[in-house]
């Protein structure tokens, strides 16, 4: 069947918003009647005594000191807290079954649910408490979660896609909120994926589930950044807005991604970006869904968007919105997110999956508003909150959205859960716990002032409110403190990402200013000619990876003056600018390109390149024997274990050779890695480290990550000359083919160069964290060789 003819965008919301109306009445009716004060009441008078309790001022002193808000950086702390006072198992299975019942929309009261929430209660408990500090944002478990389901290449694709959606967020949008998003929606929808796994599936099958089921989160997910936020911002024209829109609109009606056209507009550039990456999206998902879920998904979404846009069409200096216009839509486009997640998988769900869902988004989204309504009053945006903020006193008929919140929570534990004592905990403890979070961050003073706009009509039940924000305990969530982290984390990184790339762009500045070989007066003609081609290779574009390493591991890490070392970094380049030379000749690669531009023996002749090759090597121990204010000793050691060095790499690049037109197997292509790549790479780790005079144990574990970070930034080169842009390069791709060289990618394919790459950035980053103190640095390093596209 066609999907033009399956999409009814008209009659498909208005059976929606009738069903949303219906839904609106009814709450509306509760909350005039007031029926859900005494229910509520009741409830919480019973969930109060698992949560108010009396303590020695001794047991609050060790809570605050163990405690200290739970948040981010004090987290393991505050798990070892929960885990020695016995509350960690209650803390999990609270965080466990609320992830269940929002995002997987399942009752808790079912034994499937409750036996599967018991089982990962169990293996998060083990993990948290076995072992060294765990960390929730963890690249390293991460790829080897991938390794484990066999989804390694797919887990690479999902990061590149992120960083690649961050990196053209514009002003006035947040990069760190959308890529939270996006991995929140991928995570949401592989958590669906999962629990649909049967025990008796293959590897094979289990791994092709989990791959398409991250591909389809990010699909679903780039609507939230690129759809939903982008309208929001104000970064579009209000024409730009409405062109785009209007597009959105004829994708989710016709089932076909209109052609972009000409865009002439100012966000050319990122538009033209945002329809690309939306039409491959789009594709994706309806290329993976079953003929039968095509026509929910198309009109789910389009229910979801246009309750968007209606929302998003108001204005808070109108002042006649009734309380329908401003309900009905929240229930819509809260309730069909949470079931587009679903559909998107096409997956069965149990008869009251979409009657919970549905009645559940609503709760999420009213306290989303009420978190956010500063930042929204601000911005101008119209919710329940910032409306009735503006016109309570003007309009009676304004229902209080604070209260129609709490009338919600009586209907979803008496109506949807059916007094299930599982649902109510988990849902009251997620209400005082959102209204603890808000008090914390505002203030004592703001949050009475804001309580004194909102409390419910009922002074009785809002005291009791009240009292449970003040008092009650054990409400706090795992996946809040996740959150948490994640958010900083992501900040962190960005901050972490500019001052690495800042550090890079002054430690180059500062190598490339020193680099050129001076040319005194009277100079025989020969020489001349040998100190220009020598000048020619170090002007080029080159990463300088080397020696800013050895600058910033030097000066940053162990204390060594800038200036001090500068001979040694010269050294590095040369030795390095050397090597390539050699690398370059007819004899070896016979390369035409190096750093963007010919190679030297292009330039010049293969005999003029192999003496400017010596003579850099000449200069490399000139430098490294004139470093002054050292031990002499440390210095002739260094010198000692740089030609060392020298000569393994000959002997790598007598490995390459050799191999050509041979078939290697890994192990001898790890040990070429080492011996052209890695060497380099530990050589400007360990001189620095032997001039500092650092302990044998720490230069051992120099020399681990540098293998490991060697042989990954190997595999990626490989992986670069097969599929990377040679303008990006600077140097053709496809070489190692043509020369019939045996690379990783050539032995493990694409997938298994990818696998290979991640498990040695992960051994690499396993030495790191063995060190008595974090290098960042190398942290980033090695993330940028694994990352890059050059």
Same mark, same amino acid.
């Given at each position: 069947?066609?999907?033009?003819?399956?999409?009814?965008a008209?009659?498909s919301?208005?059976?929606?918003?009738?069903?949303?109306?219906?839904?609106f009445?009814?709450l509306?009716?509760?909350?005039?009647?007031?029926?859900?004060?005494?229910?509520?009441?009741?409830?919480?008078?019973?969930?109060?005594?698992?949560?108010?309790?009396?303590?020695?001022?001794?047991s609050?002193?060790?809570?605050?000191?163990a405690?200290?808000?739970?948040?981010?950086?004090?987290?393991?702390?505050?798990?070892?807290?929960?885990?020695?006072?016995?509350?960690?198992?209650g803390?999990?299975?609270?965080?466990?079954?609320?992830?269940y019942?929002?995002?997987?929309?399942?009752?808790?009261?079912?034994?499937k649910?409750?036996?599967?929430?018991?089982?990962?209660?169990?293996?998060?408990k083990?993990?948290?408490?076995?072992?060294?500090?765990?960390?929730?944002?963890?690249?390293?478990?991460?790829?080897?979660?991938a390794?484990k389901?066999?989804?390694?290449?797919?887990?690479?694709?999902?990061?590149?896609?992120?960083?690649?959606?961050?990196?053209?967020?514009?002003?006035?949008?947040?990069?760190?909120?959308a890529?939270?998003?996006?991995?929140?929606? $991928?995570?949401?929808?592989?958590?669906? *994926?999962t629990?649909? &796994? !049967?025990?008796?599936?293959? /590897?094979? +099958?289990? @791994?092709?589930?989990?791959?398409e089921?991250?591909r389809?989160?990010?699909?679903?997910?780039?609507?939230y950044?690129?759809?939903?936020?982008?309208?929001?911002?104000?970064?579009l024209?209000?024409?730009?807005?409405?062109?785009?829109?209007?597009?959105?609109?004829?994708?989710?009606?016709?089932?076909?991604?209109?052609?972009?056209?000409?865009?002439v507009?100012?966000?050319?550039s990122?538009?033209?970006?945002?329809?690309a990456?939306?039409?491959?999206?789009?594709?994706?998902?309806?290329?993976?869904?079953?003929v039968?879920?095509?026509?929910?998904?198309?009109e789910?979404?389009?229910?979801?968007f246009?309750?968007?846009?209606?929302?998003?069409?108001?204005?808070?200096?109108?002042?006649?919105?009734?309380?329908?216009?401003?309900? $009905?839509?929240?229930?819509?486009?809260? *309730?069909?997110?949470? &079931? !587009?997640?679903?559909?998107? /998988?096409? +997956?069965? @769900?149990?008869k009251g999956?979409?009657?919970?869902?549905?009645?559940?988004?609503?709760?999420n989204?009213?306290a989303?508003?009420?978190?956010?309504?500063?930042?929204?009053?601000?911005?101008?945006?119209?919710?329940?909150?910032?409306?009735?903020?503006?016109?309570?006193?003007?309009?009676?008929?304004?229902?209080?959205?604070?209260?129609?919140?709490?009338?919600?929570?009586s209907?979803?534990?008496?109506?949807?859960?059916?007094?299930?004592?599982?649902?109510?905990?988990?849902?009251?403890?997620r209400?005082?716990?959102?209204?603890?979070r808000?008090a914390?961050r505002?203030?004592?003073?703001e949050?009475?002032?804001?309580?004194?706009?909102?409390?419910?009509?009922?002074?009785?039940?809002?005291?009791?409110i009240?009292?449970?924000?003040?008092?009650?305990?054990?409400?706090?969530?795992?996946?809040?403190? !996740?959150?948490d982290?994640?958010?900083t984390?992501?900040r962190?990184?960005?901050?972490?990402?500019?001052?690495?790339?800042?550090?890079?762009?002054?430690a180059r500045?500062?190598i490339?200013?020193?680099?050129?070989?001076?040319?005194?007066e009277?100079?025989?003609?020969?020489?001349?000619?040998?100190?220009?081609?020598?000048?020619?290779?170090?002007?080029?574009d080159?990463?300088r990876?080397?020696?800013?390493?050895?600058?910033v591991?030097?000066?940053?890490?162990?204390?060594?003056?800038a200036?001090a070392?500068?001979?040694l970094?010269?050294?590095?380049?040369?030795?390095h600018?050397?090597?390539l030379?050699?690398?370059?000749?007819?004899?070896?690669?016979?390369?035409?390109?190096?750093?963007?531009?010919?190679?030297l023996?292009?330039?010049?002749?293969?005999?003029?390149?192999?003496l400017?090759?010596?003579l850099?090597?000449?200069r490399?121990?000139q430098e490294?024997?004139?470093?002054?204010?050292?031990?002499?000793n440390?210095?002739?050691?260094?010198?000692r274990y740089?030609?060392?060095?020298?000569?393994?790499?000959?002997?790598?690049?007598?490995?390459?050779?050799?191999s050509?037109?041979?078939?290697?197997?890994?192990?001898?292509?790890?040990?070429?890695?080492?011996?052209?790549?890695?060497?380099?790479?530990?050589?400007?780790?360990?001189?620095?480290a032997?001039?500092?005079?650092?302990?044998?144990?720490?230069?051992?574990?120099?020399?681990?990550y540098?293998?490991?970070?060697?042989?990954?930034f190997?595999?990626?080169?490989?992986?670069?000359?097969?599929?990377?842009?040679?303008?990006?390069l600077?140097?053709?791709?496809?070489?190692d083919?043509?020369?019939?060289?045996?690379?990783?990618?050539?032995?493990?394919?694409?997938?298994?160069?990818?696998?290979?790459m991640?498990e040695?950035?992960?051994?690499a980053?396993?030495?790191?964290?063995?060190?008595?103190?974090?290098?960042?640095?190398?942290?980033?390093?090695?993330?940028?060789?694994?990352?890059?596209?050059?």
């Amino acid at each position: 069947m066609n999907v033009q003819s399956m999409i009814h965008a008209d009659s498909s919301y208005r059976v929606a918003e009738q069903q949303a109306a219906t839904y609106f009445a009814l709450l509306h009716e509760q909350l005039r009647e007031k029926s859900y004060i005494a229910a509520l009441t009741e409830d919480i008078q019973v969930w109060r005594r698992d949560h108010i309790r009396s303590r020695s001022w001794l047991s609050l002193l060790r809570r605050s000191s163990a405690k200290s808000e739970s948040n981010a950086s004090d987290y393991h702390r505050y798990i070892q807290w929960l885990n020695h006072t016995g509350k960690l198992e209650g803390y999990l299975d609270r965080s466990v079954s609320y992830i269940y019942m929002r995002d997987l929309g399942m009752a808790l009261d079912q034994p499937k649910v409750k036996a599967r929430i018991q089982r990962v209660v169990a293996d998060v408990k083990n993990r948290l408490t076995q072992g060294d500090t765990p960390t929730f944002v963890s690249m390293v478990e991460l790829y080897r979660w991938a390794r484990k389901e066999g989804v390694e290449t797919t887990v690479i694709w999902a990061l590149r896609k992120l960083q690649n959606v961050s990196a053209h967020i514009p002003e006035g949008m947040n990069a760190e909120h959308a890529q939270r998003k996006l991995i929140k929606i $991928i995570v949401g929808v592989v958590m669906h *994926a999962t629990e649909a &796994l !049967i025990e008796e599936q293959s /590897l094979a +099958e289990r @791994s092709r589930v989990l791959d398409e089921a991250i591909r389809l989160g990010y699909s679903y997910g780039l609507t939230y950044p690129f759809v939903d936020d982008l309208l929001d911002a104000q970064v579009l024209s209000a024409e730009e807005k409405a062109k785009y829109s209007r597009m959105i609109r004829e994708a989710l009606v016709t089932g076909s991604v209109p052609e972009l056209g000409q865009w002439v507009d100012a966000n050319a550039s990122l538009v033209r970006f945002v329809h690309a990456e939306l039409h491959e999206a789009f594709e994706y998902i309806k290329q993976h869904q079953r003929v039968d879920q095509k026509q929910l998904f198309f009109e789910q979404a389009y229910v979801f968007f246009h309750s968007q846009e209606l929302d998003r069409a108001k204005s808070l200096t109108q002042a006649t919105y009734t309380n329908e216009e401003l309900y $009905i839509p929240i229930i819509l486009k809260s *309730a069909s997110s949470r &079931l !587009i997640a679903r559909s998107v /998988l096409g +997956e069965a @769900s149990d008869k009251g999956f979409e009657y919970r869902t549905f009645h559940y988004g609503i709760y999420n989204q009213l306290a989303d508003d009420f978190a956010d309504l500063l930042d929204d009053r601000r911005d101008g945006a119209v919710t329940p909150f910032t409306y009735y903020l503006a016109y309570r006193e003007q309009r009676p008929d304004l229902i209080n959205p604070f209260e129609l919140y709490w009338t919600v929570i009586s209907h979803l534990i008496h109506e949807v859960y059916h007094h299930d004592p599982k649902a109510r905990e988990v849902i009251l403890n997620r209400a005082i716990n959102g209204l603890k979070r808000c008090a914390k961050r505002l203030g004592a003073e703001e949050y009475a002032k804001i309580m004194a706009v909102f409390a419910p009509d009922a002074p009785a039940f809002n005291r009791l409110i009240q009292q449970m924000v003040q008092q009650a305990d054990d409400v706090d969530f795992l996946d809040k403190m !996740i959150r948490d982290q994640l958010i900083t984390y992501l900040r962190e990184e960005k901050q972490q990402k500019d001052q690495f790339a800042e550090t890079i762009k002054l430690a180059r500045e500062q190598i490339n200013s020193t680099l050129l070989i001076a040319k005194p007066e009277g100079m025989l003609p020969m020489k001349e000619i040998l100190i220009d081609a020598a000048n020619y290779s170090l002007s080029g574009d080159g990463k300088r990876l080397r020696p800013v390493l050895t600058w910033v591991i030097g000066v940053h890490e162990y204390g060594l003056q800038a200036l001090a070392i500068v001979p040694l970094l010269r050294s590095l380049e040369y030795m390095h600018t050397a090597s390539l030379i050699f690398d370059d000749l007819p004899s070896q690669d016979n390369a035409d390109i190096r750093r963007g531009r010919a190679t030297l023996h292009h330039v010049h002749n293969s005999a003029t390149a192999e003496l400017t090759g010596l003579l850099l090597i000449q200069r490399a121990t000139q430098e490294q024997a004139s470093l002054q204010g050292f031990d002499p000793n440390r210095v002739l050691a260094l010198i000692r274990y740089s030609a060392q060095k020298a000569e393994d790499l000959c002997a790598g690049q007598a490995m390459d050779l050799s191999s050509k037109r041979r078939t290697l197997t890994q192990e001898e292509l790890n040990t070429l890695c080492y011996y052209k790549t890695g060497i380099a790479f530990e050589a400007a780790l360990v001189m620095p480290a032997i001039l500092a005079q650092v302990s044998e144990q720490e230069i051992a574990v120099l020399k681990t990550y540098a293998y490991h970070a060697g042989v990954a930034f190997q595999i990626k080169d490989d992986l670069l000359d097969a599929e990377g842009d040679a303008l990006l390069l600077g140097k053709p791709v496809g070489q190692d083919v043509e020369n019939e060289r045996s690379t990783f990618v050539t032995i493990l394919g694409l997938d298994g160069a990818n696998r290979a790459m991640l498990e040695h950035y992960c051994l690499a980053m396993d030495a790191l964290r063995s060190l008595s103190r974090r290098i960042d640095f190398l942290e980033h390093l090695l993330n940028y060789m694994i990352h890059r596209n050059r």
